[in-house]
C-alpha cells in the first residue's frame, strides 16, 4: 500500500505542475453515449418491444438523452444511482427483444426504482443495421468504451440460459461485479459498492437460485487476468469474432486504466487546493498593496476585503476535499465512495430517527383515543369518564339504587354545566393547542382505565362531531376502551338517536 501511496504522490506532484495535461487525459477518454429515459419507459404502454435506435430517434426524439461518461466519472461513481444499464442476449439475430420479455422485466425494475432517471438498451441507445458515416464513427467509439457503462451504472442482467455461454454477456457481468479502488479492480460482492441485480427470464426462471448463485459464483471474485484467460477460451462464442479480439486486451489494462483515472483525479484535486490557497494568498497581497499606497484601513466592506474572504473560503474547502481524498487514498478505498457512504449513513440515521419518532407518536395516538377525534367528541368522553368515576365513587357509598341514580344525574348536570357555562370557553378563547387539551384527556382516559365497565349509562344529549359531520351517543357496549373502532375513539356515532341505550 505504501508503495501505491508513493507512486500516487509522485504522480500528484509531477502533474500537479501541469494540470492541463491531466484536463487533456480526462477530455480523451470522454465518450457520448445515448440513454432512454426512465420515464418514457415507465410510461411505455403493453410489453410490446421497442423499436430500434432509428426509430426512436425519429419517432420519439425526446425520449433520447445524451451523457458524457468519463473515466474520472466512472471513479467518483457520478452515475451509480441515477443510471441503469441493462445487461442481455439478444433473442433473435435481427432483433434483441422480439416478444418484449425483457422490456417486461426492465419496467418491473424501474417501477421498483423511482430514482433511476435513464436506461442504457444497446438496441435502443445504439446505431443499428445500415449506418451513416457519422452513425459508424459513434458506433465505433461507443463500442471502444462501453465498459465505462458496466462499471459505473448500475446493471440489471437479464439471465437465461445461453447467457453463460455468450462472450459480451459474461464479460458484462464481470465488469458489474467490480469496484474501483486506487488499486485498480476488486470484487464488489458483499459491499455497499455492490452494484449488479439478476433476474432471471424464459427458461432460466424454473431454477433462478441456482442460476444467478453459479453466476455469482463465477465471476465475482475473478482478477482481470483470470476473466481474460476465461474469455480468451474458444467455447466462449461472439457474434463477431473482431469484437472479441478487440476487447480482451482491453481487460488486462483495466486496472492499469483504473490507476491512471484516480491519479489524474488525484492531481486535480491537489492542485484545485494549491491554486485556491495561492488565491487568497494574491488577494490579501493586492489589499496590502491598496492600503499602503493609500494610506487607509479597508473596512469590512471594501470589495477587495469581500474578495479576500471568499477566496479564503474556497481554499479551506479545496483543503478540506483534499484531506479527505487523501484519507481515502490511506485506507485503500474509493475516496469518492467513501464519501457517499458517509452521506448515506447521514441520511439513513435520519430517516431512522423519523421512523422512530412516527413510530413513538403512533403508540401515542393509539394510546389515547381523543387523538383520533374531534374536541367535542373528547368533551363529551372526557365528561363520560368523570360521570362513571364519580358514579361509581357514590355506589360503593350508597346502598340504595334511586339515590344512587338521583346522584349520579346530578353530578352529571353540576359538571355539564360547568363546562359549557365556564371551561369551554376558557378554553376556547385561550386558545390552547388540541394536543395540549388532548393531553389532559389523556390523564382522564387512563384513569379511566382502572374502572370496571359494570354501569348503564343514560344517553348524553347529541353533540355534532367536527370529525364525522354526524351526532353521536355513549352506549354501554362502547363505554369502555375500545379503540379499535372508529378510529381509536371509545364511543359509537350514529346520525340518529336510535343507537343510544335506554334512558336512566
Given at each position: 500500500?505504501?508503495?501505491?501511496?508513493?507512486?500516487?504522490?509522485?504522480?500528484?506532484?509531477?502533474?500537479?505542475?501541469?494540470?492541463?495535461?491531466?484536463?487533456?487525459?480526462?477530455?480523451?477518454?470522454?465518450?457520448?453515449?445515448?440513454?432512454?429515459?426512465?420515464?418514457?419507459?415507465?410510461?411505455?404502454?403493453?410489453?410490446?418491444?421497442?423499436?430500434?435506435?432509428?426509430?426512436?430517434?425519429?419517432?420519439?426524439?425526446?425520449?433520447?438523452?445524451?451523457?458524457?461518461?468519463?473515466?474520472?466519472?466512472?471513479v467518483k461513481g457520478e452515475h451509480v444511482k441515477d443510471t441503469l444499464t441493462v445487461s442481455h442476449r439478444w433473442l433473435d439475430p435481427k432483433?434483441?427483444?422480439?416478444?418484449?420479455?425483457?422490456?417486461?422485466?426492465?419496467?418491473?425494475?424501474?417501477?421498483?426504482?423511482?430514482?433511476?432517471?435513464?436506461?442504457?438498451?444497446?438496441?435502443?441507445?445504439?446505431?443499428?443495421?445500415?449506418?451513416?458515416?457519422?452513425?459508424?464513427?459513434?458506433?465505433?467509439?461507443?463500442?471502444?468504451?462501453?465498459?465505462?457503462?458496466?462499471?459505473?451504472?448500475?446493471?440489471?442482467?437479464?439471465?437465461?440460459?445461453?447467457?453463460?455461454?455468450?462472450?459480451?454477456?459474461?464479460?458484462?457481468?464481470?465488469?458489474?461485479?467490480?469496484?474501483?479502488?486506487?488499486?485498480?479492480?476488486?470484487?464488489?460482492?458483499?459491499?455497499?459498492?455492490?452494484?449488479?441485480?439478476?433476474?432471471?427470464?424464459?427458461?432460466?426462471?424454473?431454477?433462478?437460485?441456482?442460476?444467478?448463485?453459479?453466476?455469482?459464483?463465477?465471476?465475482?471474485?475473478?482478477?482481470?487476468?483470470?476473466?481474460?484467460?476465461?474469455?480468451?477460451?474458444?467455447?466462449?462464442?461472439?457474434?463477431?469474432?473482431?469484437?472479441?479480439?478487440?476487447?480482451?486486451?482491453?481487460?488486462?489494462?483495466?486496472?492499469?486504466?483504473?490507476?491512471?483515472?484516480?491519479?489524474?483525479?488525484?492531481?486535480?484535486?491537489?492542485?484545485?487546493?494549491?491554486?485556491?490557497?495561492?488565491?487568497?494568498?494574491?488577494?490579501?497581497?493586492?489589499?496590502?498593496?491598496?492600503?499602503?499606497?493609500?494610506?487607509?484601513?479597508?473596512?469590512?466592506?471594501?470589495?477587495?476585503?469581500?474578495?479576500?474572504?471568499?477566496?479564503?473560503?474556497?481554499?479551506?474547502?479545496?483543503?478540506?476535499?483534499?484531506?479527505?481524498?487523501?484519507?481515502?487514498?490511506?485506507?485503500?478505498?474509493?475516496?469518492?465512495?467513501?464519501?457517499?457512504?458517509?452521506?448515506?449513513?447521514?441520511?439513513?440515521?435520519?430517516?431512522?430517527?423519523?421512523?422512530?419518532?412516527?413510530?413513538?407518536?403512533?403508540?401515542?395516538?393509539?394510546?389515547?383515543?381523543?387523538?383520533?377525534?374531534?374536541?367535542?367528541?373528547?368533551m363529551v368522553e372526557c365528561c363520560k369518564k368523570m360521570r362513571t368515576w364519580a358514579g361509581e365513587t357514590l355506589q360503593s357509598c350508597c346502598g340504595r339504587a334511586k339515590r344512587f341514580n338521583f346522584l349520579v344525574l346530578y353530578v352529571h348536570s353540576a359538571w355539564m354545566l360547568?363546562?359549557?357555562?365556564?371551561?369551554?370557553?376558557?378554553?376556547?378563547?385561550?386558545?390552547?393547542?388540541?394536543?395540549?387539551?388532548?393531553?389532559?384527556?389523556?390523564?382522564?382516559?387512563?384513569?379511566?382505565?382502572?374502572?370496571?365497565?359494570?354501569?348503564?349509562?343514560?344517553?348524553?344529549?347529541?353533540?355534532?362531531?367536527?370529525?364525522?359531520?354526524?351526532?353521536?351517543?355513549?352506549?354501554?357496549?362502547?363505554?369502555?376502551?375500545?379503540?379499535?373502532?372508529?378510529?381509536?375513539?371509545?364511543?359509537?356515532?350514529?346520525?340518529?338517536?336510535?343507537?343510544?341505550?335506554?334512558?336512566?
Open positions: 500500500m505504501s508503495l501505491m501511496l508513493n507512486l500516487f504522490a509522485s504522480c500528484a506532484a509531477s502533474q500537479m505542475r501541469d494540470s492541463p495535461a491531466a484536463e487533456k487525459q480526462i477530455e480523451s477518454s470522454t465518450c457520448i453515449f445515448f440513454f432512454v429515459k426512465a420515464d418514457f419507459l415507465r410510461k411505455h404502454s403493453g410489453n410490446a418491444p421497442l423499436p430500434s435506435f432509428q426509430e426512436i430517434k425519429k419517432k420519439h426524439p425526446n425520449a433520447l438523452e445524451e451523457v458524457s461518461f468519463s473515466m474520472p466519472q466512472v432483433r434483441s427483444d422480439p416478444d418484449g420479455v425483457q422490456l417486461k422485466k426492465v419496467k418491473e425494475r424501474l417501477a421498483d426504482t423511482p430514482h433511476i432517471k435513464r436506461v442504457w438498451f444497446d438496441e435502443w441507445c445504439m446505431p443499428q443495421g445500415e449506418k451513416t458515416a457519422e452513425e459508424k464513427v459513434a458506433f465505433d467509439k461507443m463500442l471502444s468504451n462501453v465498459n465505462m457503462l458496466y462499471l459505473g451504472t448500475t446493471v440489471l442482467i437479464l439471465l437465461d440460459l445461453s447467457y453463460v455461454s455468450r462472450f459480451w454477456t459474461q464479460f458484462e457481468a464481470w465488469l458489474s461485479m467490480q469496484m474501483l479502488t486506487p488499486s485498480g479492480l476488486q470484487p464488489a460482492k458483499g459491499t455497499k459498492a455492490e452494484r449488479h441485480i439478476i433476474v432471471a427470464i424464459q427458461g432460466a426462471e424454473s431454477l433462478a437460485e441456482t442460476y444467478t448463485s453459479a453466476l455469482v459464483q463465477t465471476w465475482a471474485t475473478r482478477t482481470p487476468d483470470e476473466a481474460y484467460a476465461y474469455l480468451s477460451k474458444p467455447d466462449v462464442t461472439v457474434t463477431n469474432q473482431s469484437d472479441k479480439d478487440k476487447q480482451l486486451p482491453k481487460i488486462k489494462a483495466l486496472n492499469a486504466d483504473t490507476r491512471a483515472a484516480f491519479q489524474s483525479m488525484t492531481a486535480l484535486v491537489h492542485s484545485k487546493a494549491t491554486n485556491s490557497a495561492a488565491a487568497a494568498v494574491r488577494q490579501r497581497e493586492k489589499l496590502a498593496q491598496f492600503e499602503r499606497e493609500h494610506k487607509v484601513k479597508a473596512n469590512d466592506d471594501n470589495p477587495m476585503k469581500v474578495a479576500i474572504k471568499q477566496a479564503e473560503r474556497e481554499a479551506a474547502e479545496a483543503k478540506r476535499d483534499q484531506e479527505h481524498y487523501d484519507l481515502g487514498l490511506s485506507r485503500g478505498v474509493n475516496p469518492m465512495m467513501m464519501e457517499r457512504e458517509e452521506l448515506e449513513a447521514l441520511e439513513h440515521e435520519k430517516r431512522e430517527k423519523a421512523r422512530v419518532a412516527a413510530e413513538s407518536w403512533a403508540e401515542r395516538r393509539e394510546a389515547c383515543a381523543y387523538y383520533a377525534t374531534c374536541c367535542s367528541c373528547a360547568c363546562w359549557y357555562i365556564i371551561a369551554f370557553p376558557l378554553l376556547l378563547t385561550s386558545g390552547l393547542h388540541r394536543r395540549r387539551f388532548g393531553y389532559y384527556i389523556q390523564r382522564v382516559l387512563l384513569l379511566r382505565r382502572s374502572i370496571p365497565e359494570s354501569l348503564n349509562y343514560s344517553r348524553l344529549p347529541l353533540l355534532p362531531c367536527a370529525t364525522c359531520s354526524s351526532s353521536y351517543s355513549v352506549s354501554p357496549k362502547t363505554s369502555g376502551m375500545d379503540v379499535s373502532k372508529h378510529g381509536g375513539s371509545a364511543y359509537n356515532h350514529s346520525s340518529s338517536s336510535s343507537s343510544s341505550s335506554s334512558s336512566a
